[in-house]
């Protein structure tokens, strides 16, 4: 069901600092998992994923961390700028479930002071 | 390429009345999803449809109805409108059937019920 929760609603980082978003989920069940970006006025656009086969993955700047094990996925972002204010959301996907239905979590605002 | 189209962008309606939201995929993508974005729920998960067939629904009732066309333009209607339906309705296009093709948002329909 509907499980993928956040661990904190807002996040706030200095410009060049890595910044860590954390998303605990439920569902052991869940096969894969897509971060997402939001900016205000905008659709959410596609950050990183991974498959459960996987721990780790990295994109330009970011990473995605995965531990099955404590249901855990959290994504970093290196050197955070500006621009990379926004809400971040972790979605996943149940492998019994019908295909394409993402449950998506609340969602974690993160703002980047200069 | 040109991403997912939604329109109209800004809708307002009176409690009562029905309406219709449209959404264009990314040409080629066959997989047509809607989402319900409420700053008290997240998003929500409304239906899918791939190559003109529903495939998967959400627990929304059954006001909130949608349809594909042969050429994988969406549309999805709500009638009866209530206050709480006041959202940002997303929709999502994907090549092909299921969340592991990656899924690519439009910019969303912001209806306001009054």
């Known amino acids: 069901g509907e499980s993928v929760g956040l661990h904190l609603p807002t996040l706030s980082v200095q410009e060049g600092d890595n910044s860590i978003i954390n998303c605990a989920y439920s569902n052991s069940a869940s096969d894969y998992f897509i971060w997402y970006k939001q900016e205000s006025g905008k659709g959410p656009q596609f950050i990183i994923d991974?498959?459960?086969?996987?721990d780790k993955r990295q994109g330009q700047r970011v990473t995605v961390l995965l531990n099955k094990t404590v249901k855990h996925l959290s994504l970093q972002i290196a050197a955070t700028q500006p621009g990379d204010s926004a809400v971040y959301f972790c979605a996943e996907r149940d492998r019994g479930s019908t295909l394409g239905r993402l449950y998506f979590g609340r969602g974690t605002q993160l703002t980047v002071w200069p | 390429k040109a991403g997912v189209t939604q329109t109209p962008r800004y809708l307002i309606k009176t409690r009562g009345q029905q309406v219709t939201l449209s959404c264009s995929p990314i040409?080629?993508?066959?997989?047509v999803s809607w989402y319900q974005q409420t700053p008290g729920q997240g998003l929500q998960f409304l239906f899918e449809y791939f190559s003109e067939t529903q495939r998967n629904k959400g627990n929304f009732p059954g006001r909130f109805s949608g349809r594909q066309f042969s050429n994988s333009r969406s549309e999805m209607n709500v009638s009866t409108l209530e206050l709480g339906d006041s959202a940002l309705y997303l929709c999502a296009s994907s090549a092909g059937q299921g969340a592991s093709y990656g899924y690519t948002f439009g910019s969303g329909t912001r209806l306001t019920v009054v």
């Open positions: 040409s080629g993508h066959r997989s």
């Open positions: 991974i498959r459960s086969n996987m």
